[in-house]
């Protein structure tokens, strides 16, 4: 058996010499990307569920690229709040859009890397020869979250109305109605029973991250994202969205993302307390420097090379490698992204010093600096990541330069999608030769893709 | 002259000379004089270009030319084209006044434990070769090894973490060597402990095809690696390169081989077919750009006769000669007598424009520029038995580039 690894190893190796690869024409391109405004949870697309959301950006996506429907043979999709019941809402939302009934779809979690990760379903799916066409994507709805009832009662209001317990039984297992209230679950790790932004606090004080620097960091986002905005740098991703009425409000059109602040307080954000550990505690993240809570939906779309051309779409940016990692969510769990750097540059060929710009998905504004800073310790990157020796300098005017998600917000599966069209838009405004993208995730999950301009 | 037109008139002689001269014309893409071709090539026409058969079931992987004893050369081959099993190591004479219909002659053969990808002679002692094999580079005594079973190397360190797949000795300070491995990494040893190597020379990410040492210079090296980048260091500087750049459009570079006469030119290989000629004055852009292989190009090897002169031999199962002097057609021969790829590689130190190449179909060519090599009788080889493989003999590949 060892041997026949081996073996295996060296014709790989061998097969790799001859070019034997992706053909040029199969390789999966990322054409371009369309997203929702993002608002703040419970803000102003209150009344739109995820499926809601998804459907609005893969609508405005077609209207912008007005893609015959016929050609999409699927629909990748990513979410952390799925709707009970119907939880495939890729499937869903080609329903909703009344899109030809053929084409398939399927939905996938993997938490905040979700939207990232149905892109990259989508990409292997073409470079297999499976797919021509995909449009991948991912949203997510804080404000349609569904509140569940603990499981006792819920199980015991089952039994009940099917008759196996009596209602004596029902009470004495449940407790009183008035106990019944079910609580708005957190953004909690489920390992370790506490939020992101608990173990993002800790993990930038394991890294040395200061609070002045997490705030300069956090303004930095929203200025960059502000700039953005001025320029005109998303009119052309971002769709406006008519929401319903609902009893909490009237409908409205929302045509841009509101949670920019297009000027900066810096004494203000100095004076915020901190939102996960007291200060005496060493806690340093604050509302300010943290993503928020966020609705929307992001999509993008995919094609081969060659149906690319075809159709006359740009072909001219793709995926050249990816790594996914995990993390022991104890004490560092949003730092699961930097091992899989070394992994990502390796099978890209690349070095740290040949990335042009970074995409680094800002869970909290410490979280990105504790990456940043562990990945150019030597000390850190043996420490915390079983590393020889650091991985490198990111220089921080290369990072998020569009501002992120600090800013523009979080809408957990739509971020990956939305940062894959910004890598797009980087790779192509720059003429940038790569775009590293990083996302962390709950469960200590990373994932790490480079986006390169062929 | 009357002499020539005698013989010439032998109608073995007539047929033959016409199927050369019609060989030569497909080779080569001009017109060639006839009454050129007859006085110019009159020795060759008339004679054969050997070959060497090997083991059964082993596929040629390198070939290198006894810097000590110019007329020989150092042949290796694996079994299974070196996916698994054996390695067989070569010593063979050759001289352009070969006997036609005449076997090789072989010096000596050993077999070595895994595949043998690359062998080379020491410059400081004519009877040790450095051989890179698939579980670590071996230094050998020819005297003892050849043609004896089992022959086990006189040193055999296991710093590599791959398979060492070049061996290139230092031909100006000669007290040292270099490895090439698909673990990521180029060894530099010191010829006189050989036991461990003396410097990690680290910065590819990926396999190490090829190190090749400066002609000139005895601190400075090229390698060429499939992280589709070649690399200039300078083992005075420490072990990070002083020079890199992509070369092949990202895709792999096989080989790469210093110009002997221009101290700043060289030449590497690629996935992508072609050729490339180098400054390493201006690493960002290639010096000139050779095309006519339809495959991988595997082996590139610059003449030590003339400074314009180079070969290469690739996937594409041909042996190309190409003049640099010629811009506009370089490309001056190209051998198809090969049925597989062809993988190894090099020029005649005793034979201006003598070339010997050994490929996966089991045979070596020695061939000179103009003439069609043929299949010689088989020469008897001693079995050559490996010795057993065992932990001084370990698997390599363990934490290699693709043990991900």
Not at chain 1, 240 to 260: A, E, R
């Amino acid at each position: 058996m060892l041997s026949k690894r081996f073996s295996m190893s060296r014709l790989s190796t061998i097969a790799s010499q001859l070019g034997i690869s992706i053909p040029s024409e199969q390789r999966a391109v990322i054409v371009t990307g369309a997203r929702t405004p993002f608002t703040r949870g419970f803000g102003e697309l209150l009344a739109l569920d995820t499926i809601d959301l998804g459907a609005a950006a893969v609508k405005g996506l077609l209207e912008k690229t007005k893609l015959d429907p016929n050609l999409i043979d699927h629909v990748a999709w990513g979410g952390v709040i799925l709707r009970n019941g119907s939880p495939n809402t890729g499937r869903e939302i080609i329903v909703d859009l009344k899109l030809p009934p053929s084409i398939s779809a399927h939905t996938e979690s993997m938490a905040c890397i979700s939207g990232l990760k149905a892109v990259l379903s989508g990409v292997l799916m073409i470079e297999s020869g499976n797919a021509s066409v995909i449009v991948a994507g991912g949203s997510d709805s804080v404000s349609c979250t569904e509140v569940p009832l603990a499981r006792d009662v819920s199980q015991s209001l089952a039994l009940y109305t099917s008759g196996k317990i009596s209602a004596s039984k029902l009470l004495s297992v449940a407790g009183l109605p008035c106990s019944w209230m079910p609580q708005q679950p957190g953004v909690a790790e489920r390992s370790t029973g506490k939020t992101m932004g608990y173990h993002a606090d800790v993990m930038a004080e394991l890294c040395g991250v200061k609070r002045g620097d997490q705030d300069k960091f956090a303004m930095a986002s929203h200025a960059k994202a502000a700039a953005a905005i001025s320029q005109g740098l998303f009119d052309d991703e971002i769709v406006p969205v008519t929401t319903k009425v609902v009893p909490h409000m009237p409908s409205k059109l929302v045509k841009k993302d509101t949670l920019v602040r297009m000027t900066q307080d810096e004494k203000k954000a100095a004076t915020l307390k901190p939102a996960f550990r007291k200060a005496e505690k060493g806690g340093t993240i604050t509302a300010a420097s943290a993503s928020p809570l966020t609705d929307g939906g992001a999509a993008v779309l995919l094609m081969s090379a060659r149906r690319a051309k075809e159709l006359g779409y740009a072909a001219d940016v793709a995926i050249r490698s990816w790594a996914a990692s995990g993390i022991q969510p104890e004490p560092n769990l949003l730092l699961a992204p930097a091992l899989a750097f070394p992994t990502a540059l390796r099978r890209a060929g690349l070095t740290l010093k040949d990335i042009d710009y970074f995409e680094i998905h800002e869970a909290f504004a410490g979280q990105v600096l504790a990456t940043t800073q562990c990945l150019a310790s030597a000390e850190l990157c043996k420490k915390y990541l079983g590393l020889d020796s650091a991985v490198g300098d990111i220089p921080l005017d290369r990072v998020n330069i569009y501002g992120g998600s600090v800013s523009i917000g979080h809408p957990f599966g739509a971020t990956g999608a939305r940062i894959v069209t910004n890598a797009a838009r980087i790779l192509r405004n720059k003429q940038a030769k790569y775009v590293l993208i990083s996302i962390c995730a709950a469960g200590g999950l990373g994932m790490v893709t480079i986006v390169e301009r062929i | 002259m009357v002499q020539l037109h005698l013989v010439l008139f032998t109608p073995q002689n007539v047929i033959l000379s016409i199927k050369h001269y019609l060989v030569l014309s497909l080779q080569v893409d001009h017109f060639i004089d006839p009454i050129w071709f007859v006085l110019s090539h009159k020795k060759q026409v008339f004679g054969e270009m050997p070959s060497l058969p090997f083991h059964q079931g082993f596929a040629g992987q390198s070939v290198r030319c006894n810097p000590w004893i110019p007329s020989q050369f150092i042949i290796t081959a694996a079994d299974n084209f070196g996916v698994t099993g054996s390695g067989k190591v070569y010593l063979v004479e050759w001289l352009p006044d070969h006997p036609p219909n005449a076997p090789m002659k072989v010096i000596g053969c050993f077999g070595t434990s895994d595949g043998a990808f690359d062998a080379c002679f020491s410059e400081m002692d004519p009877n040790i070769i450095a051989v890179a094999c698939g579980d670590g580079v071996k230094l050998y005594n020819i005297q003892s090894a050849f043609n004896c079973d089992g022959a086990m190397p006189l040193v055999a360190p296991h710093d590599h973490q791959g398979e060492v797949v070049c061996a290139a000795w230092n031909q100006v300070s000669k007290d040292s060597f270099y490895t090439s491995s698909w673990d990521g990494t180029v060894r530099v040893w010191g010829a006189l402990q050989p036991q461990t190597a003396a410097m990690v020379l680290q910065g590819h990410m990926k396999e190490v095809y090829e190190v090749s040492p400066a002609p000139r210079d005895a601190h400075l090296l090229l390698s060429c690696s499939g992280d589709g980048f070649w690399k200039l260091w300078d083992v005075r500087k420490g072990p990070q390169a002083v020079i890199g750049a992509p070369g092949h459009n990202n895709q792999i570079i096989l080989s790469i081989d210093w110009n002997k006469y221009d101290p700043n030119c060289f030449l590497t290989g690629g996935v992508d077919q072609l050729v490339k000629l180098w400054d390493i004055r201006r690493p960002q852009q290639e010096a000139m750009v050779l095309r006519g292989h339809q495959g991988p190009v595997r082996r590139v090897r610059c003449s030590p006769h003339a400074r314009t002169q180079v070969a290469s031999s690739g996937y594409d199962y041909r042996v190309a000669m190409w003049d640099l002097g010629r811009p506009q057609r370089p490309l001056t021969h190209r051998y198809e007598q090969h049925k597989e790829f062809v993988v190894g590689l090099d020029w005649s130190l005793i034979a201006p424009g003598c070339v010997v190449s050994a490929a996966w179909d089991g045979f070596a060519f020695f061939q000179q520029a103009g003439l069609p090599p043929t299949h010689s009788p088989p020469c008897p080889l001693a079995p050559a038995l490996p010795p057993p493989r065992g932990p001084g003999n370990r698997r390599r590949g363990q934490g290699g580039p693709m043990a991900r």
